[in-house]
């Protein structure tokens, strides 16, 4: 069609000669090679072209002009060579929290992936000769994206490899990639390494960016270092060397380099491995044949009772936007006005942004899919949809697309519904989220013109807040806000409110709307007199908005209409996710994100989580590091604690243990739990004492205190009081997997799942009867040994471990929560809250199950394993009946038989009738060796 000769005035006019649609009306049927990326926000207009190999010098230098001579924008994309012409291209998407102001990887990362990844990876592609080099290309934006809705951070790395490769040996190559790269880069992510490198551009499906083009509203990505790299065969090595991209890279020569349609890289022979492997990778690739005769119908069930079968959707015919958007509307239509609620999630389907749906976004666009199939079946092309508008969509797909819907997405109870679509579309989406929510009200608004009753009105208000509020109980008016990543308890005043203010103000629109049209029409015109009896009677429905008696009739049916009965059950029941005041950390799969109604969160730490930082937060780091050094003064002891206090950000007591902090005053007990106070927030509970001292029938008395444990993570006990004994039954149900049944004042009883780890602040242990293990492998005896002292105070040798008291610390604690927080919250991550045990706290805990097992103790004390020796019951009896007065005074005694069971099953085979052989007793004022001459 043109030719390298022909000349034209500017950049514009070449792309215009060159459009899609100038090839199809000379007949061609060639495929696009470059497309613009359109905005219309910003009235840029998208477009496809095609640049002929012949014609691409022009391109280049037309390019050349607009872009790096005249500075002016450009949001060109090109299209990946195929038949491994094309180089080796990389994409990595950095994503972080909003926290996040600097860029967090460095050159030194960008060489790691280099030479530590992908250098070594490709030795076991190809057979690299001596004399050929090949160029490597990096490029970056000149800082991160912070993005407008404080959602996240956003950085990432162009890197092209100049070597030619087939793209299906890219994806081998980027899986291999995978399982390697976490061991060289450290960055504090909140996507996964998998959405970190871009599967499309490896496949060869997804377009590249012109190298000085930009998306709309962002920066262009710029040439930040360039290597030349060449093969050194005496050691097997590459021999990197960094060239200077401003003195040693001429742009206006070279432009077509950095170009993924640049053809002439270097090549190399595969080795024989990879030959097979690439075989084997295109046989698996090769596609099967489909069945041309089979059609797949999407039946439509119109309500209108005009039986049409032309309304029926064969998914083989929609093989371009306008068939599709004919299919949709069909079933849109078809929907009944009860089914108001499908055409809303679909048009907040629709406004979902590029992340959801471009090449790259393969788990949130599954996301969506599986929450438009939970609101209905019908809803599949709505999921089409937005995936058509994808760069690398492809209308012959949506076959394969239905079968992966019907059989692939199965419906779960607790997976993602449409409130998380209407999430979505609120957080990336908002002006257009507010529109369609606008919108949606009007449908409702229009329904009480109509018919004004108490419930219509009711339903308005749900339409306009159903994502931010819920009723749990209408009999005791009990509403929950969603605010801050989280629910909380509101009385619904704020609702009310929002009839006589949010909802007033609706009205009113509609009203004015409504004097606009009239004034359109003629005094004398009867659509006059319509418009005006309409503006009163709207009015008059404004009016009943501000009632008080209206508004409390309004209101009771709201309740019913917002009441959701599965919410308390729900609540606070994933163990692994914990609310910050900035968003949700999900320590199972060891990310940072917003908060989502689903995720049924109602408690918060109530401070900011953002990921450690030794460099940013070393000061406090070093403080809090400080600390806990002096508190636990044993390594072994500090690795154990800081295990065990990081394990209770799960909701989960994996490791089933019953932490007793024990020591004398001024060890900073108290300090250590009131920093986890200020650290986990509402996560921390007080656990009143009788709940495992008492019998667990008592345990009802306690009943709002019990309910007010459920999704706590930390439970602080009372001290008990000397010779409290413990319920060991109780102790192994709230350190076990279990639940607990519980009723909050005037609401009925409840079971729930137990969350917390259970621990207590004392100098007075608890009486444990019990020697069973299930009781004693809980028990874990965490010594405080450290004593804190001021200067005034007299020296002593109570410990070696005395450091100086800093009066002033509890007024730090809460500044030092955040650091401590996050320090947690990386321990978690390496973890997963498993907890090993060390020897200074099973050493204590053995003593002190020594020192409660009355039996154990008297045998070890005062029987000796003596061949010869006998000791007759009563004579036992006698003794212990001493021993047991003088070492625990006027506590009851156990029982003989106990005694009997115990000294039998200690020495096998010395019982006889009258008592047992070959022991001794030791009595007062002797030793072993005075025994040992009696005998």
Known sequence: MTTQQRQYRDLSEFLAKHNVNEYKKDGGGVSFTHTRIPDKKLEIYGGAYVIPKEDEPIFWKLYYEHIFVKNKPEYLTEKQLENGEGPILLDFDFRYSYDVEQRQHTKEHILDIIAGIYLELLKEFFVFEENKTFPVYVFEKPHVNRLADKSLTKDGIHILIGIKMEHSLQLVLRNKVLEKIHE????????????????GISKGVTNWQVFGSKKPGNMAYELTQFYFVKYDANDNEFVVEERDCKEDFDISKDLHKLSARYSENVSFELNESMKQEFEKVKKKAKPKRPNTNAKVILKIA????????EKDISIDDITNSQTLKRAMENIL???????YNLKEVHEYTQILPEKYYQPGSHLLNTKVAFALKHTDERMFLSWVMLRSKASDFDYSSIPDLYKRWTKDFKVKPDGVTKRSILYWAKQDAFEDYQKVKKNTVQHYVDETILTPTDYDF???????????????????????VFRNHHWEIDKGQSLRLAISRDMYYVY????????????HYQATDERYEDS??????????????????DKSNIFREAAEIFFDEEFVKKMDENRYLMCFSNGVVDIKNKLFRDGYPQDYITKTTCIPYKPFDLEKDSEIANKILTFMEQLFPDKDLNRYMWDHLSSVLIGENINQTFNI???????????LTDLMTFTLGEYVGTVPVTLVTEKRVGIGA????????????????????????INEGMMKQLTGDSTMQARALYCESEKFNIQFHLCVCTNTLFEIVSNDDGTWRRVRIVEFMSKFVNPEDPVTNDTPYQFPKDPLLKEKLPKWAPVFASMLVKRAFENQGVVKNCDIVMSASNKYRQGQDHIAGFVSEMILQKQGGKINKQEMMQQFKQWFLDSQGSKKQPKGTELTEYINKKFPGCNTKDGWKNIALIYQGEDEDEVDQMY
């Open 184 to 199: 060289y880069v450290d960055l504090p992510l909140i996507n996964s390494w998998e959405a970190v490198l871009d599967e």
């Open 661 to 671: 902090y024990r020591g004398n005053g001024s060890n900073g007990k108290s300090l």
């Open 508 to 519: 009113q629109d509609q009203q004015r709307r409504l004097v606009v049209e009239m004034q």
């Open 702 to 725: 306690t009943s709002s205190e019990v309910m007010q444990l459920k999704g706590v993570r930390y439970a602080i006990m009372q001290e008990p009081s000397k010779d409290a004994r």
């Open 532 to 549: 005006k009896k309409q503006i009163k009677h709207v009015s008059e429905l404004s009016v009943k908005l501000k009632r008080t008696s």
């Open 302 to 309: 119109d309500t209108t009772g005009d039986e049409d079968d």
């Open 333 to 339: 239509n078809s929907l009944s006005s009860s089914e």
């Open 458 to 480: 009711a339903m308005v208000l749900y339409q306009m807040f159903k994502d931010k509020y819920v009723c749990t109980s209408i009999t005791n008016k009990t509403w929950y």
